[in-house]
């Protein structure tokens, strides 16, 4: 937090209610007047729209929504989930230059250093940006629909 409140970025600091006192304290106790805590955010549209870098889990859902959005984001994978399939979202998007990943292991010791790192770096925030956005499928819902017509309809005929 010492990192954060000497820097000259705003954090938004999405915590989940469970540990927004605990995060509340540690940036009172940094005196970080640049970090804005809540357990949770409504308009994540106003959110996303006001941040120029994200950090993030790696969820399919939450993996869907920043490529088409197109934000550079950093990844940091849970590990608390089945087949550490968040790991494998992660990966598949730096692989393509369209996130930075950290590992949760490594989260307490590199994420801060790599992300105001990256903050400053505007070529990089870019290049994550565009390579995101050729990762989206704007129109998966249909995509999807479209298969389960197909494979009923198959099964129909057989």
Known sequence: ???????????????????????????????????????????????YSAANLLISRAGASTISELCLIGKATILVPSPNVAEDHQTKNAQALEKNGAAVMVCD???KDQLIDKALMLIEDTEALKELEKN?????????????ADEVIKTATQKQSI
Do not use: C
Not at 18 to 29: D, R
Not at 132 to 144: G, R, V, Y
């Open 1 to 47: 937090m010492p990192k954060i409140a000497n820097s000259k970025v705003q954090l938004i600091w999405q915590t989940g209610k469970h540990y927004k006192t605990q995060a509340e304290k540690a940036v009172k106790a940094a005196g970080a007047t640049n970090v804005y805590v809540t357990d949770f955010i409504s308009r994540m549209d106003m959110a």
């Open 105 to 107: 292991t490594d989260a």
């Open 132 to 144: 995101a956005k050729t990762m989206a499928l704007p129109h998966s819902a249909k995509l999807i």
